[in-house]
């Protein structure tokens, strides 16, 4: 009888640990909601020359208390009468940022930073690009991250 008992309570036990376990992987891989709103991006020097200072405002809402990581670039392309796409592009990588949490903590935030624009850029229609990828729980750190469109801003670089 003893041993039913035993039986039973140690079924009960990884049973209940076995629904536990893929109720918190099924709450983890629901979770997908973006925690960080871009509510505005703009250029405070629209028109800059190789090798000066590129200027970038934004207006962020922080909703959730979640870690970053943005990869950044930046784009030239050549001002030949071409399309953005047809033209030949110079790409300059920029410095990753990474977050563990807001700094300033959850609410709105403006954030103005400037990147040197590269020596070898040409004149012409430039871009800022920034993919952002947030992760709030263990899940999406080690495997699924949250990802959110690209953000890109336009700039024009010009000669001297």
């Not at 935030?109 to 690009?129: C, H």
């Amino acid at each position: 009888m003893t041993l039913r008992v035993f039986g039973y309570l140690t079924l009960t036990l990884i049973c209940s640990t076995i629904l536990g376990a893929a109720g918190i992987f099924a709450w983890f891989a629901g979770d997908r909601a973006v925690p960080v709103v871009l509510m505005s991006s703009e250029v405070l020097t629209p028109r800059v020359r190789p090798g000066d200072k590129l200027l970038i405002r934004q207006r962020v809402r922080f909703v959730r208390d979640c870690a970053v990581h943005i990869d950044r670039a930046l784009y030239d392309h050549a001002a030949d009468g071409r399309t953005m796409e047809q033209s030949d592009t110079r790409r300059e990588f920029l410095r990753d940022v990474d977050y563990d949490h807001p700094q300033l903590g959850l609410g709105v935030r403006t954030i103005t930073f400037e990147e040197e624009v590269p020596l070898n850029f040409r004149p012409g229609p430039a871009e800022y690009r920034a993919l952002p990828s947030y992760s709030c729980n263990p899940l999406q750190k080690f495997y699924w991250p949250i990802t959110r469109p690209e953000t890109i801003i336009r700039f024009e670089v010009v000669g001297d």
